[in-house]
T-cell receptor, first 114, second 115 residues
């Protein structure tokens, strides 16, 4: 799986957009970009994933650059409850049973302040 | 909304004892996983389980570890002879069989303390 690089920490004002960057310059053509988050010692929570196109769901938007070497997770209106560690993971959808195993790095610790 | 549950929330055991951590995955999910997170460290993959057998395992998952799906609802992780370094949060996760669904649903975790 390709290596990802994320800033160790960021902060954001409540109600503003939080833009979390991720570099994955060695990504290959069949690797997906996934984002998870972990709120203080709870189990990780899936946020969103994408391959080439930008994606949006009820939690966030994922912007992937045209060369796919970087991406940005956008929380459009951050709240205090969005304070968490955010993980950017690049992984292949394995052929065996469709399984994929996310490899968690250190992630970005996002602090949303009032 | 369906969720993965884990019991107990906290388990304290003495070194050398056997422990069983229990998980109830989401009912229609067919892929099951165990991860662990040592305090202050990364979340680490242990094992994945599908169709009543292990599909992948990491180097951490040695002979001291085993997994089982004893009935249609529970998924267990057994550590035969616990060591101090097994102290960690253990997370269970499950996933739908739909190949278009990549998200894994994680449980709240069991904190294992080995003394």
């Amino acid at each position: 799986d390709a290596k990802t690089t994320q800033p160790p920490s960021m902060d954001c004002a409540e109600g503003r957009a939080a833009n979390l960057p991720c570099n994955h310059s060695t990504i290959s053509g069949n690797e997906y970009v996934y984002w998870y988050r972990q709120i203080h010692s709870q189990g990780p929570q899936y946020i969103i994933h994408g391959l080439k196109n930008n994606e949006t769901n009820e939690m966030a938007s994922l912007i992937i650059t045209e060369d796919r070497k970087s991406s940005t997770l956008i929380l459009p209106h951050a709240t205090l409850r969005d304070t968490a560690v955010y993980y950017c993971i690049v992984s292949v959808l394995r052929a065996s049973g469709g399984s994929y195993i996310p490899t968690f790095g250190r992630g970005t610790s996002l602090i949303v302040h009032p | 909304e369906p969720e993965v549950t884990q019991t107990p929330s906290h388990q304290v055991t003495q070194m050398g004892q056997e422990v069983i951590l229990r998980c109830v995955p989401i009912s229609n999910h067919l892929y099951f996983y165990w991860y662990r997170q040592i305090l202050g460290q990364k979340v680490e993959f242990l094992v994945s389980f599908y169709n009543n057998e292990i599909s992948e395992k990491s180097e951490i998952f040695d002979d001291q570890f085993s997994v089982e799906r004893p009935d249609g609802s529970n998924f267990t992780l057994k550590i035969r002879s616990t060591k101090l370094e097994d102290s960690a949060m253990y997370f269970c996760a499950s996933r739908d069989m739909d190949r278009q669904t990549y998200e894994q649903y994680f449980g709240p975790g069991t904190r294992l303390t080995v003394t």
